[in-house]
Nanobody
């Protein structure tokens, strides 16, 4: 069992930045792929970014390429999502997830989510 705890959401103006963090309660983080997903009101959950912990291979949705960066801190067992040039359409609940499988999922473990609101 892996527990994931997100932090770092909040309210920001368009063009601003936020950094989300996800702490993973596992000593074998290198066995996992970590992903960030988001779900806006009335919309389906979508994948935003993902990273294979061991190799550092990443994936980004087209809508966030060049603006968001996923990274990991091996010492702290955390995965972060740096979000720059935020747009109102980035407003959503953001979830951290983990899988022992492939980078694109499916993901077995989920955090509780953190709200990101971007005002225009």
């Amino acid at each position: 069992q892996v527990q994931l705890v997100e932090s770092g959401g909040g309210l920001v103006q368009a063009g601003g930045s936020l950094r989300l963090s996800c702490a993973a309660s596992t000593r074998t983080a290198s066995n996992f792929a970590m992903g960030w997903f988001r779900q806006a009101p009335g919309k389906e959950r979508e994948s935003v970014a993902a990273m294979r912990w061991s190799s550092g291979v990443t994936y980004y949705a087209d809508s966030v390429k060049g603006r968001f960066t996923i990274s990991r801190d091996n010492a702290k067992n955390t995965v972060s999502l740096q979000m720059n040039s935020l747009k109102p359409e980035d407003t959503a609940v953001y979830y951290c997830a983990a899988t022992r499988g492939v980078l694109r999922g499916p993901y077995e473990y989920w955090g509780q989510g953190t709200q990101v609101t971007v005002s225009s």
